[in-house]
Nanobody, 126 residues
Framework: QVQLVESGGGLVQAGGALRVSCEVP????????MGWFRQAPGKEREFVAT????????YYADSVKGRFTISRDNAKNTVYLQMNSLKPEDTAIYYC???????????????????WGQGTQVTVSS
């Protein structure tokens, strides 16, 4: 069973910044595209950002484009989501997801991901 462990969530005021991290087991991470998704209360889980295993491709949801940045450090088996200019509507549980090695590549589709973390809460106050 592959364990993905998110950290870095918390409470921040609107306009502030936060970085969430996701650590992934080494044998899975190196050739796996990664993604961040989020689920707000009463809403379905939605795509936020994705990055290819080599970091040569990144995609973002329109709602976060220009404010959020996804990155990864393969040497540390960690993927990051830097969130700037946060808005109350960014409040959600943020989930890290990993594809199987040599999978579909950076993808907005949740079904492309085989492994999920437990989620970390991000709350933005107005």
């Amino acid at each position: 069973q592959v364990q993905l462990v998110e950290s870095g969530g918390g409470l921040v005021q609107a306009g502030g910044a936060l970085r969430v991290s996701c650590e992934v087991p080494g044998r899975t991470f190196g050739r796996s595209a990664m993604g961040w998704f989020r689920q707000a209360p009463g809403k379905e889980r939605e795509f936020v950002a994705t990055i290819s295993w080599s970091s040569d491709a990144t995609y973002y949801a329109d709602s976060v484009k220009g404010r959020f940045t996804i990155s990864r450090d393969n040497a540390k088996n960690t993927v990051y989501l830097q969130m700037n200019s946060l808005k109350p509507e960014d409040t959600a549980i943020y989930y890290c997801a990993a594809q199987r090695p040599y999978g579909a590549g950076a993808s907005r589709n949740q079904n492309a991901y085989s492994y999920w973390g437990q989620g970390t809460q991000v709350t933005v106050s107005s």
